[in-house]
């Protein structure tokens, strides 16, 4: 089962912030944050990760919560094109046998003019 | 975009017909994955390979091999391919900036008559 749980979709204007929540009660000290987001039919597309501190790429921002409990993925000037499904994922960097990343259902994200 | 193809993109066939899939990749990247992705379900991962031969199995592996006998090359095998394996394939890599930041080829529609 999936380590995050997220909204199941929010709306957000064309041109403000779209912030997308998610919660990781049960992330463990070794564990990132990762975001992913998939536009319909497409494969998925990595935006960006974190460990504890905020972290901003060309893309997005995240912020994850002292606690590290929590994280928002934020979409600074959200266009049309931003429109798809993101998942927020948990998962160690330590490659073992039982790795693989767990990818929950995810938001969906409609950004509307 | 990272440099994945699948092929084929669409392939229609009947119960009990081998099916194979091919996942190339120009990237030069040691891990290699495949998907599923079903309408319910998030992606789940089938087989995965970290390197030449090297190859481990994933969430849902039943009914399905792989092979790699080049770094470019990924293949996924339905031996006798069954209604519950029409889904949608995606091949994934990950290398240089860690396995957990995986770029997804366009998949492939396949449908089980």
């Known amino acids: 089962d999936a380590k995050t749980t997220q909204p199941t979709s929010m709306d957000c204007a064309e041109g403000r912030a779209a912030n997308l929540p998610c919660n990781h009660s049960t992330i463990s000290g070794n564990e990132y944050v990762y975001w992913y987001r998939q536009i319909h039919s497409q494969g998925p597309q990595y935006i960006i990760h974190?460990?504890?501190?905020?972290e901003t790429n060309e893309m997005a921002s995240l912020i994850i919560t002292e606690d590290r409990k929590s994280s928002t993925l934020i979409l600074p000037h959200a266009t049309l094109r931003d429109t798809a499904v993101y998942y927020c994922?948990?998962?160690?960097?330590?490659?073992?046998?039982?790795?693989?990343?767990?990818w929950g259902a995810g938001t969906k994200l409609i950004i509307k003019p | 975009d990272a440099g994945i193809t699948q092929s084929p993109r669409h392939k229609v066939t009947e119960t009990g017909t081998p099916v194979t899939l091919r996942c190339h990749q120009t990237e030069n990247h040691r891990y290699m994955y495949w998907y599923r992705q079903d309408p319910g379900h998030g992606l789940r991962l089938i087989h995965y390979?970290?390197?030449?031969?090297?190859?481990d199995k994933g969430e849902v592996s039943d009914g399905y091999s792989v092979s790699r006998s080049k770094t470019e090359d990924f293949l996924l095998t339905l031996e006798s391919a069954t209604s519950s394996q029409t889904s949608v394939y995606f091949c994934a890599i990950s290398g240089t900036r860690g396995y957990n930041e995986q770029f997804f080829g366009p998949g492939t529609r396949l449908t089980v008559l």
């Open positions: 390979s970290y390197g030449v031969k090297d190859t």
């Open positions: 974190g460990l504890k501190n905020n």
């Open positions: 994922i948990v998962t160690s960097r330590i490659m073992d046998s039982n790795y693989q990343l767990i």
